[in-house]
């Protein structure tokens, strides 16, 4: 049986197999050299003391300190490699991590948004350059120090064996106690979190309908249950720490009397007794270390966890053969798509082409499936059935970075990033100068971005200058018009204009036609109407009518007329449909992000 392709996370980790063995070459060295401070004091003891030879003490004492410089030397080193190895980490899994966190925020509509993925790998990398992961080096070495105890006396072994056993048990006993409190807590943090930065984008809304105080006691209870469960962790944690350490501390003091005592009944030399207590201290600190860095263990764990998981699911795209540079024909067989998530669909099995230059309004009802529709078209809900075809190529075998530049969308909810306008029309590659004034011309905003402080220059975002709504709207249309696309999708590009840029919205559908883009517009103004060549009227996801604009508006007057409804003049280039003003197909949070 064909095993699963490994993810970028598990390669990066076997891509630093070698440094990971090196740490524990180096760990083998450390834990020998560690042992010196125990056998100098033994030799001074059993050697310097009865003999009296300062030569004996000045040879004993260059050989300590050569090899204690050395052992803190291999500590420098071991540390440094594992801040190379959590660097390289990043440097591996950045990428992957940042597109398996867009993919998931892509296929859950939005609903998923979060840099959580990102976090986690910074708080991976964090633990691997801290000082508790190298507890766990340490650790498998104990037996090394046990054996030397044995070589001392039996009964420092057998103290030895029994006191890593109960810290082990103790260990063990920390892991039952506290690991699934703090994972439940994590888990409850990250949800509380990921809730309010949504609130936070919605503060307009929060503050003007009064619910401030609402949110803030969902978010407390929210918040009370996670400290909850991390006070009950870290109390467990607490006791179980301190019991290890008086635990640690009683015992080495034990086997200092326990020295003393077969001292006097001469079973060991004078050394012995305060060597035995040094080595046991330091052979068991690994495990001390252990139980205290704990809390960190466990959430490095939940973090690798919820990193393998999301990289796992993120399936790889494979390399598909370039194209050609889509003309914009664009036809649609037996499509349905639901929003992400959800097996209901929206659009319902519906059919139609548009040629390469054509210009289509699609109209309807509120919920009719619009907006969906627009996603489908550009690729970024995939179809539950049917194909969407550009050019007759599926456009979901289209590779995204090379179909991008072909594509222009506006959404409903425009969002711009930080940076300065022109980065933002040019969609945050090279900046070309020519191509983005052209876009800015030909979507009419041209004069007002000269306006603004520092022209095309001006930075938008947290550092630099809020634009309005209608601004907003207009520069994201200079984004969707930039380097003269194929295929365009508006949905409801006026809704935030007033009348100039309405005007200038007709004047660039009218330039978008000399250029031979193919244009789909989505639209509760009528006036918008009469610049398009044909219109698609969509009602509980299907069509109702579809075809060139004076049949369609033919055909709707001819409906109100049976209606008995004041029918509108096709000539007039409009009609007074319900269009679904303010439309939007899905729940404001499923929407994609621009």
């Given at each position: 049986m064909r095993s699963a392709p490994e993810n970028s996370l598990k390669k990066a980790l076997k891509a630093c197999r070698d440094s990971f063995i090196s740490v524990g070459f180096f760990s083998f060295f450390i834990n020998?050299?560690?042992?010196?401070?125990?056998f100098y004091m033994l030799q001074v003891y059993e050697r310097v003391i009865t003999s009296g030879s300062l030569t004996t003490l000045a040879m004993l004492t260059l050989i300590m300190t050569t090899l204690v410089i050395t052992l803190g030397s291999l500590e420098w080193i071991r540390s440094r490699i594992m801040v190379r190895v959590s660097t390289r980490l990043d440097v591996l899994l950045g990428r992957q991590v940042y597109k398996a966190s867009f993919k998931r925020a892509l296929d859950s509509g939005g609903m998923d948004a979060s840099a959580q993925s990102l976090n986690d790998l910074t708080g991976l990398r964090q633990f691997l350059s801290g000082n508790g992961l190298f507890a766990f080096f340490d650790a498998p070495w104990l037996p090394i120090y046990i054996a030397v105890m044995f070589l001392f006396h039996p009964w420092f072994g057998w103290v030895a064996t029994a006191s890593a056993l109960l810290l082990l048990a103790l260990a063990f006993l920390n892991e039952r106690l506290t690991g699934p409190a703090?994972?439940?807590?994590n888990k409850e943090h990250i949800g509380a979190t990921l809730d309010t930065t949504k609130n936070l984008r919605n503060a307009e809304v929060i503050e003007s309908m009064g619910?401030?105080?609402?949110?803030?006691?969902?978010?407390?209870?929210?918040?009370?249950?996670?400290?909850?469960?991390?006070?009950?962790?870290s109390d467990r944690g607490a006791l179980i720490s301190t019991l290890s350490r008086t635990f640690r501390l009683l015992v080495q003091s034990l086997v200092l009397g326990l020295g003393a005592y077969l001292a006097v009944d001469h079973q060991v030399g004078a050394g012995l007794v305060f060597a035995g207590?040094?080595?046991?201290?330091?052979?068991?600190?690994?495990?001390?270390?252990?139980?205290?860095?704990?809390?960190?263990?466990?959430?490095?764990?939940?973090?690798?966890?919820?990193?393998?998981?999301?990289?796992?699911k993120q399936q790889a795209q494979p390399e598909r053969m370039p194209l050609l540079a889509p003309q914009g024909d664009v036809r649609v067989e037996n499509l349905v798509v639901a929003a992400?998530?959800?097996?209901?669909?929206?659009?319902?099995?519906i059919s139609f082409s548009a040629p390469a230059g054509c210009t289509v309004g699609i109209i309807g009802p509120s919920a009719a499936g619009k907006s969906t529709l627009a996603r489908a078209l550009i690729g970024v809900w995939p179809p539950q059935l049917g194909v969407i075809r550009l050019d007759g190529a599926?456009?979901?075998?289209?590779?995204?970075?090379?179909?991008?530049?072909?594509?222009?969308?506006l959404p409903q909810d425009i969002e711009l990033f930080e940076g300065t306008v022109g980065e933002n029309i040019a969609r945050f590659a090279e900046v070309d100068?020519?191509?983005?004034?052209?876009?800015?011309?030909?979507?009419?905003?041209h004069e007002m971005i000269l306006q603004l402080p520092d022209g095309y220059d001006t930075v938008l975002g947290s550092e630099g200058i809020m634009l309005s709504a209608g601004q907003r709207q207009r520069i994201g249309l200079a984004r969707a018009l930039y380097g003269n696309p194929r295929l365009i999708v508006l949905d409801e590009p006026n809704s935030n204009l007033d009348d100039v840029g309405d005007r200038a919205l007709a004047a660039a559908?009218?330039?978008?036609?000399l250029t031979g883009a193919t244009l789909f517009v989505i639209t509760h103004r009528t006036n918008i109407v009469s610049q398009l060549d044909r219109l698609m009227v969509l009602n509980a996801g299907v069509i109702s009518v579809y075809g060139p604009r004076e049949h369609v508006l033919a055909e709707l007057n001819a409906q109100r007329q049976q209606a008995q409804t004041p029918a509108v003049p096709a000539s007039s280039g409009a009609a007074s449909v319900d269009t679904g003003k303010g439309d939007s197909d899905e729940p404001r949070g499923a929407h994609s992000p621009n």
């Open positions: 020998a050299l560690m042992l010196v401070p125990t703090l994972a439940q807590a619910m401030l105080e609402t949110l803030i006691d969902r978010w407390g209870r929210r918040q009370r249950n996670v400290l909850m469960l991390q006070s009950l962790a207590a040094v080595l046991l201290g330091r052979a068991l600190a690994p495990i001390d270390l252990i139980i205290g860095s704990w809390k960190g263990f466990i959430a490095a764990r939940s973090q690798y966890s919820r990193l393998n998981d999301i990289l796992d992400p998530g959800s097996r209901t669909a929206i659009i319902r099995n599926d456009i979901s075998a289209w590779d995204k970075q090379e179909l991008g530049p072909y594509i222009g969308y100068s020519a191509k983005v004034i052209l876009a800015a011309m030909t979507a009419g905003v559908v009218q330039q978008l036609k």
